[in-house]
């Protein structure tokens, strides 16, 4: 059973452009979250989705940022415009179901730099 | 909201010795759920153990324990044996009943000295 999968584990992009971080929860797995990690600090919850529904954003900045996780495929975080202060790791997690306490298991992050 | 702390931002330990790392947490909630991850220089986040509030003994996962004290809303790890393979950055997360977000400490980077 693989493990959380995201891509691309680099991305580098110059300031403006927009940047596109995947993630493929484990099998079975029907909840995804995003933390987003600065250098030398803890993650830090951006946002919580279901299949179709976001459930909690309340960590995502209101401005250029946006997540989905379709029916079919990866969840995706969507930074528009990217600024230098953009640049952090990204993780995704995901967890098979929503009970409370449930172990997120983590993908190995999408390390974003804006140059 | 929910506060977590972790007041060492770098520690030390031979191996084959222990030692605790610290983590307080702020929290008005009864029930909730406290984790430590360990994060290696793969970067990849690793569930160390777990713990659930409601639980008064102490989780234990071979050589790491913890010493929950609710009261003083006190979490800290032990890692009893070190082993060289220990050397990572730790973090305690708090997660409440009724939400699935995890907050988490800023961290402590470990190192293990042969």
């Known amino acids: 059973n693989a493990g959380v999968m995201q891509n691309p584990r680099h991305l580098v992009r110059r300031r403006g452009q927009e940047a596109r971080l995947r993630c493929s929860p484990m099998?079975?797995?029907?909840?995804v979250y995003w933390y987003r990690q600065l250098p030398e600090e803890g993650l830090k919850f951006m946002v919580y989705l279901q299949k179709e529904n976001i459930i909690d954003e309340s960590g995502m900045p209101k401005e250029r940022f946006s997540a989905e996780f379709p029916k079919e495929g990866p969840s995706i975080l969507r930074i528009q415009q990217v600024v230098r202060g953009d640049s952090a790791a990204y993780f995704c997690?995901?967890?098979?179901?929503?009970?409370?306490?449930?172990?997120?298991?983590f993908g190995p992050g999408t390390r974003l730099t804006v140059l | 909201a929910q506060t977590v702390t972790q007041s060492q931002p770098e520690m030390s330990v031979q191996e084959a010795e222990t030692v605790t790392l610290s983590c307080t947490y702020d929290?008005?909630?009864?029930?909730?759920?406290l984790f430590w991850y360990k994060q290696p220089p793969s970067r990849q986040m690793i569930l160390v153990i777990r713990q659930e509030a409601y639980k008064q003994q102490n989780a234990t996962e071979n050589r790491f324990s913890v010493n929950f004290q609710k009261a003083a809303k006190s979490f800290s790890l032990k890692i009893s044996d070190s082993q060289l393979g220990d050397t990572a950055m730790y973090f305690c997360a708090f997660m409440k009943q009724n939400n699935n977000d995890m907050r988490f400490g800023a961290g402590t980077r470990l190192t293990v000295k042969p």
């Open positions: 099998k079975g797995h029907s909840h």
């Open positions: 997690a995901s967890s098979p179901r929503d009970l409370a306490g449930n172990e997120q298991f």
């Open positions: 929290t008005s909630e009864s029930n909730y759920y």
